[in-house]
């Protein structure tokens, strides 16, 4: 880890002095196989790109590293699902989504929780106050993305239905014109872009997480692709790993060194990797009955045609050995 920052500042440069001509076709001639990861604006994947850590472990393997940014989970899951993306990382609601729609995927990992990383948000001057002054409003949230579920437990928690609420679904960059323009009347989002909304324009938190929801972020992988390449899929998890635990010991260098590649400012980045939960682990038997019980919640009020099992696509640590 102590030349990531290096690496990372580097990054661009060194892109400039690859030999354009050519340089594809051989080095695609060396690799027997690939794996394609989907990752997001912001993040410890896209931490673990900037740092070319995994491309040195695998490429004696023969494997080829290729990346795709996607603008948020459930367009990212749906790229593994069509079979673009062979491993990823989203919040908890899009993998239940994406199994309910028959996608053939297996939880990897987990972080911890991290409640206080998504929110529901008004305008500043706003006469919206709590969560209960949301009925009859309109709320705009990335339809199948982790802050679906934030919505649906901080209505229940307020005495409201989900149908209380007009919600109207949007990607987060559309999101946030509606919300500035005023469309609509509160935004559920989460970082680094709720950070990016209190910081730029003064956007209100009414109800974070806390004491809601736990706001997991998951690693999955495609299934078949777990199944073939287990030793990638455990040394995939075992870099990102030590990219976690540099994001746990030096924040601001992991701020500094996020702002050229998320486009967003230091101090944005700093509050939301405050906010952030740390230590990736296998799935565990709580996180599992946790998961179960969002894809439940979801049945129930038909926002998925039918009950889901979560373990029976958790991939199991010791399968990786085999």
Same mark, same amino acid.
């Given at each position: 880890?102590?030349?990531?920052?290096?690496?990372?500042?580097?990054?661009?440069?060194?892109?400039?002095?690859?030999?354009?001509?050519?340089?594809?076709?051989?080095?695609?001639?060396?690799?027997?196989? +690939?794996?394609?990861?989907?990752?997001?604006?912001?993040?410890?994947?896209? *931490? %673990?790109?900037?740092?070319?850590?995994?491309?040195?472990?695998?490429?004696?393997?023969?494997?080829?590293?290729?990346?795709?940014?996607?603008?948020?989970?459930?367009?990212? %899951?749906?790229?593994?699902?069509?079979?673009?993306?062979?491993?990823?990382?989203?919040?908890?609601?899009?993998?239940?989504?994406?199994?309910?729609?028959?996608?053939?995927?297996?939880?990897?990992?987990?972080?911890?929780?991290?409640?206080?990383?998504?929110?529901?948000?008004?305008?500043?001057?706003?006469?919206?106050?709590?969560?209960?002054?949301?009925?009859?409003?309109?709320?705009?949230?990335?339809?199948?993305?982790?802050?679906?579920?934030?919505?649906?437990? =901080?209505?229940?928690?307020?005495?409201?239905?989900?149908?209380?609420?007009?919600?109207?679904?949007?990607?987060?960059?559309?999101?946030? =014109?509606?919300?500035?323009?005023?469309?609509?009347?509160?935004?559920?989002? #989460?970082?680094?872009?709720?950070?990016?909304?209190?910081?730029?324009?003064?956007?209100?938190?009414?109800?974070?997480?806390?004491?809601?929801?736990?706001?997991?972020?998951?690693?999955?992988?495609?299934?078949?692709?777990?199944?073939?390449?287990?030793?990638?899929?455990?040394?995939?998890?075992?870099?990102?790993?030590?990219?976690?635990? #540099?994001?746990?010991? $030096?924040?601001?260098?992991?701020?500094?060194?996020?702002?050229? %590649?998320?486009?967003?400012?230091?101090?944005?980045?700093?509050?939301?990797? +405050?906010?952030?939960?740390?230590?990736?682990?296998?799935?565990?038997? $709580? !996180?599992?009955?946790?998961?179960?019980?969002?894809?439940?919640?979801?049945?129930?009020?038909?926002?998925?045609?039918?009950? *889901?099992?979560?373990?029976?696509? !958790?991939?199991?640590?010791?399968?990786?050995?085999?």
């Amino acid at each position: 880890m102590i030349n990531i920052l290096k690496k990372i500042r580097n990054l661009a440069v060194v892109s400039l002095l690859i030999p354009a001509i050519g340089f594809s076709k051989e080095v695609d001639e060396k690799y027997k196989d +690939e794996v394609r990861i989907g990752y997001q604006k912001y993040g410890t994947l896209i *931490l %673990l790109k900037a740092s070319g850590e995994l491309e040195k472990r695998l490429d004696p393997l023969g494997v080829k590293v290729t990346w795709s940014e996607f603008p948020a989970g459930p367009q990212l %899951l749906e790229g593994l699902n069509v079979g673009g993306v062979d491993f990823g990382t989203t919040g908890e609601t899009p993998p239940i989504f994406a199994q309910a729609a028959n996608a053939k995927i297996k939880y990897i990992g987990y972080e911890p929780p991290a409640p206080r990383g998504e929110a529901i948000v008004v305008q500043s001057n706003s006469s919206i106050k709590k969560v209960a002054d949301l009925k009859g409003k309109k709320v705009v949230l990335n339809k199948g993305s982790n802050v679906h579920y934030l919505l649906v437990r =901080a209505l229940e928690n307020a005495g409201l239905k989900y149908s209380d609420v007009e919600t109207v679904f949007l990607a987060p960059a559309d999101a946030r =014109a509606a919300f500035e323009r005023g469309s609509v009347d509160a935004w559920v989002i #989460w970082d680094p872009f709720l950070a990016a909304a209190e910081t730029s324009i003064g956007a209100k938190v009414i109800q974070d997480g806390t004491n809601t929801v736990n706001n997991h972020q998951f690693y999955l992988a495609e299934e078949g692709y777990a199944s073939k390449r287990p030793d990638v899929v455990a040394i995939i998890f075992d870099e990102l790993k030590k990219v976690n635990d #540099w994001a746990v010991t $030096k924040p601001k260098e992991v701020a500094n060194s996020l702002a050229p %590649l998320t486009g967003l400012d230091v101090v944005t980045l700093e509050k939301a990797l +405050e906010r952030g939960g740390y230590g990736i682990n296998y799935l565990n038997e $709580k !996180v599992i009955a946790e998961q179960q019980k969002i894809a439940d919640t979801f049945y129930d009020l038909k926002l998925i045609p039918k009950k *889901l099992d979560i373990k029976s696509v !958790v991939w199991i640590p010791e399968q990786k050995n085999k």
